[in-house]
């Protein structure tokens, strides 16, 4: 089943590259360990044999097609990366004409490491109710039987319940090791500002210290130019070489946006985001 | 006759350095593995593999203060950092061993990096051979070897009740307690490690400089700084100058060529502003440039970018394919 994923990627692959509709399609094949998977670009017809997917096949590849906004592109999409897409063309990031997107229902992939996948599904494709990607031009794989979605916030919820202090103490703590490599934010399709603010020398607004105040500045300012946007592909905790569980405080706030807009980010193009727009009747609780 | 210290006596020669010094070893911490000050010897791990980070940061702090500007009444003074304690870094194998001999070269070419010199001069090296190398491991195809006592000053090799010691340098001999003793003792022999085909490396790089594969290469790497930073031979730092009140810090932190605008210079330009070349960059310092300048590669081998990297760029790879590359290419 998973081995036929990649043939009928590779198959379309051929028909779009030999037909001169992309100029390259990006997929995946496997890595040099021989149990993961890495990210593919194919711009002729004799390497879509590589094409390959199955559960390892982690990567969110719609971060690259960032890099080819002028050029005709195939991306291969889980339905959580198809979610950037949106994301990407509401913001106006990218072009939908120029993308062509292989969209692949998605019965979840595993956590891996270096040389290792996992026998379970990631914690969050276990609560996901996402099998069919929200955008595609082509659909390979079948979706899941639908089932009721779990409680999808339970440690959001843990954390909620602890005191101000015992949150500041864990996320200082967790904060603390970060060596401000940025792959969360290299990783992150979101995360594409031309000069990020931490590299903004007029205002300084953090400076280059890899310490504990500067970290802080660093993980809470990324997370909150996320809010309203974050799709949820958890790249940015899978990169982290620290383990710095990211995913939950990217989830609280997709929770808080949930609550007070009914709103999730890349489940549509058109719609408009939260902090694009002001409805007369949000109070959000200022001045109260 | 070789030299043999008892795990027992092991452990207390360990509680006195301690006592006595600043010890860093490695220890589990949020389940990493990392070169970190103990406190208890139980918490030292000793049978691993390799630790997420290398001990480089003993040495090459990821942010450290290089000195400050005072001022008062008038008067402006410059105080230079100093190391004022002794550390031990324990544990270490010898890859990483050679990783410091390697930043040696840039830090402590004149003129000197005076800190880094202090840090190196105030700490003793007490190396663990390596027993279990991983897949990604290469050391032997980099010069170096699982076994090799050549960066160290002291290496301890498990045998029999206890370990076998080496004492390499001076520095070694000193440290030694009285309890290591003669025993008849035969050394294991060391592990086999995976090779690369790096022989001529060096000269095949020269005639691949142009050639689209960098680019290609460079399609998937997302320009985070993670292999650099988990890379025990990668020096790039960065300086600014702090202001507080009347006092005034020249700080370093740790910088990447893979990060973007590493390069731009006054005016906005950016010699290596495409993706292409910045990855080539990375490969370029380590098997090329390095060798030119100091007369050594770059890399030890240790595999840790090949593990760490989150969209599998695999230096075993690219040394593949330049020597396939640079066969084609010819002379």
Redesign the interface.
């Known amino acids: 089943m998973r081995q036929e994923l990649g043939q009928q990627i590779g198959e379309k692959a051929r028909e779009l590259l030999s037909s001169g509709v992309v100029e390259c399609v990006i997929g995946y094949e496997r890595a040099t360990d021989g149990v993961t998977a890495r990210p593919l670009f194919v711009y002729g017809v004799e390497d879509v044999d590589r094409l390959i997917f199955d559960d390892t096949c982690i990567h969110n590849l719609t971060r690259y097609l960032l890099n080819r906004r002028d050029k005709n592109t195939a991306v291969v999409a889980k339905p959580c990366d198809s979610r950037a897409i949106n994301l990407l063309l509401n913001e106006k990031q990218i072009e939908r004409e120029k993308v062509f997107i292989i969209g692949v229902a998605c019965q979840g992939v595993v956590e891996t490491r270096w040389n290792q996948a996992g026998e379970t599904l990631q914690a969050r494709c276990q609560l996901c109710s996402q099998h069919t990607p929200v955008v595609y031009d082509f659909l390979v794989g079948e979706a899941p039987p639908e089932q009721p979605p779990p409680e999808a916030y339970a440690d959001v919820l843990e954390m909620e319940a602890r005191s101000a202090a015992e949150r500041e103490a864990f996320w200082q703590e967790q904060f603390d090791r970060c060596i401000r490599c940025y792959a969360c934010r290299q990783v992150c399709p979101g995360c594409y500002c031309s000069e990020c603010f931490v590299e903004q020398l007029d205002p300084l607004w953090v400076g280059i210290r890899i310490a504990p105040a500067e970290n802080q500045i660093w993980n809470t300012i990324r997370a909150f130019h996320l809010v309203g946007r974050c799709i949820g592909c958890n790249e940015c905790e899978r990169v982290c070489p620290l383990n710095i569980p990211l995913s939950l405080l990217n989830r609280k706030l997709e929770k808080e946006v949930w609550e007070l807009f009914g709103f999730q980010a890349g489940m549509s193009a058109e719609a408009v985001p939260p902090f694009a727009t002001f409805e007369k009747e949000e109070k959000l609780g200022i001045g109260e | 006759m070789t030299r043999f210290i008892s795990k027992k006596d092991l452990i207390t020669w360990l509680e006195k350095l301690i006592q006595e010094r600043i010890l860093i070893a490695p220890t589990t911490k949020?389940?990493?593995l990392l070169f970190q000050p103990v406190s208890e010897v139980e918490d030292i791990v000793l049978d691993f593999q390799n630790t997420?980070?290398s001990p480089k940061e003993c040495f090459f702090s990821?942010?450290e203060t290089l000195f400050a500007v005072k001022r008062e009444d008038g008067r402006t003074e410059l105080v230079p950092a100093t190391v004022d304690r002794d550390t031990v870094l324990f544990g270490l194998h010898p890859c990483d061993a050679m990783g410091m001999a390697i930043n040696d070269k840039p830090f402590l070419a004149e003129p000197a990096d005076t800190l880094y010199g202090q840090h190196r001069a105030r700490t003793t090296l007490i190396g663990l051979p390596c027993s279990k190398p991983t897949?990604?491991c290469f050391c032997t195809s980099m010069g170096g070897g699982p076994h090799d006592p050549t960066h160290l000053d002291v290496l301890l090799t498990e045998a029999e009740d206890g370990y076998i010691v080496q004492a390499v340098t001076g520095k070694g001999e000193e440290i030694l307690p009285s309890s290591v003793v003669e025993r008849e003792i035969v050394s294991p022999p060391p592990p086999s490690v995976e090779p690369v085909p790096a022989a001529g490396i060096s000269e095949v790089m020269e005639r691949v400089f142009e050639a689209p594969y960098w680019s290609?290469l460079a399609?998937?790497c997302?320009?985070?700084?993670?292999c650099?930073?988990?890379c025990p031979t990668c020096y790039c730092f960065?300086v600014?100058d702090?202001a507080n009140g009347g006092r005034i810090e020249r700080?370093r932190?740790?910088?990447?060529c893979q990060?973007p605008?590493f390069t731009r210079i006054a005016g906005g330009y950016d010699p290596r502003s495409s993706?292409g070349a910045r990855l080539r960059q990375r490969f370029y310092h380590k098997l090329r440039y390095f060798p030119q300048e100091f007369g050594a590669l770059g890399c030890v081998g240790c595999g840790r970018c090949?593990?760490?990297c989150?969209?599998?760029i695999?230096i075993?790879?690219v040394i593949s394919d330049v020597q396939k590359l640079g066969a084609k290419i010819g002379t």
């Open positions: 949020n389940g990493l997420e980070l990821a942010t897949t990604e290609r399609d998937r997302i320009h985070c700084n993670i650099a930073y988990v960065d600014r702090y700080v932190s740790w910088e990447s990060s605008g993706k090949i593990r760490a989150p969209v599998n695999d075993r790879e």
